[in-house]
């Protein structure tokens, strides 16, 4: 059976993924926040994951105002790098895993949530920069990440996005989808976005760390509570993209305590303002 054995939490941030890309990730701007995560590189190298199941969100790349499905999963074979204005990361292409997301969405679907099914779709800084983060750059002879990666593409572009109830829920339902599949695959499930940041309008540049930190607190020990927090405290509290931060919780539900199993190890923790308009959050949680 296919089991998930650890979850990983990262922000993103396009600028991030240019630091990368550019060189520049020693400048004493970038060096402190890619410090944190040296730990997860090589957590992740040790662990050797069979699939990542990454829960992102596209930024109006792949969708658009024409068309915005609230959950979309991609079952294609391969995902490309997205251009955003610049040209493609120069990043690997993601190889995704057809039969296990195939098998994710019949289960997940069955139990009642609506996923889109998804056969062509580039990927944009929303899932390329958290496995640049976990990943770093690989090298051009050896040019390809580290397993198949499984996108799962949440709206929280354009109102009304999901629940972080809605979002916990249906980690428990990818769970119980993932561990009922008959082959043995370590699996792991990765939240991206948030957490406090605000893009535009007249609070653009807001910061919340106090706030951000009780919120870590509460996705790591009082999963329920972080669920529980209405959209507007997101907004009010974090700032119009902090709603990004719902996603985290899709991959906090399919963690083994909220399914009934023992509390999860904290293998990692990291917090670090600024990067570009963005406060940086970083969690591994490691089901034992
Ligand atoms: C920034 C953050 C994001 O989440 C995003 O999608 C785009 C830009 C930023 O801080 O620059
Ligand atoms: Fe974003």
């Not at 240019?18 to 662990?47: I, M």
């Not at 969100?57 to 610049?86: Q, V």
């Not at 870590?216 to 990004?244: F, M, N, Q």
Request: aromatic content about 10%.
């Amino acid at each position: 059976m296919a089991r998930i054995t650890a979850s990983v939490f990262t922000s993103h941030v396009p600028a991030i993924g240019a630091a990368l890309d550019l060189g520049k990730t020693q400048d004493p701007y970038w060096q402190p926040l890619f410090k944190g995560y040296d730990f997860s590189k090589q957590w992740l190298k040790d662990e050797k994951p069979d699939v990542i199941f990454l829960v992102y969100n596209d930024h109006a790349t792949a969708f658009s105002l024409e068309m915005i499905p609230t959950f979309a999963i991609g079952c294609a074979a391969e995902f490309k790098p997205a251009d955003e204005g610049w040209g493609p990361r120069p990043v690997p292409v993601v190889q995704g895993h057809p039969e296990l997301a195939a098998h994710i969405a019949q289960s997940v679907i069955q139990d009642d949530f609506d996923l889109t099914i998804v056969n062509k779709m580039d990927v944009d800084h929303g899932l390329t920069v958290p496995l640049s983060l976990m990943c770093g750059q690989p090298p051009q002879s050896d040019f390809h990440w580290p397993c198949s990666v499984i996108p799962f593409a949440v709206n929280v572009v354009q109102y009304p996005v999901p629940s972080g109830q809605r979002c916990f829920n249906l980690g428990k339902a990818i769970r119980k989808a993932i561990e009922s599949y008959d082959q043995p695959l370590k699996v792991q499930i990765w939240g991206t976005g948030g957490m406090s940041h605000q893009l535009q309008g007249a609070r653009a540049g807001l910061i919340n760390r106090e706030w951000d930190n009780a919120w870590l607190d509460k996705l790591i020990a009082d999963p329920a509570a972080a669920a529980a927090t209405p959209h507007i405290d997101y907004v009010r509290e974090a700032g119009s993209e902090g709603i990004e931060l719902v996603m985290w919780l899709i991959a906090r539900g399919a963690m083994a305590d909220v399914n009934g199993g023992p509390a999860p190890k904290l293998k990692h923790r990291f917090y670090h303002v600024p990067a570009s308009n963005t406060a940086v959050g970083h969690v591994i949680l490691e089901n034992s």
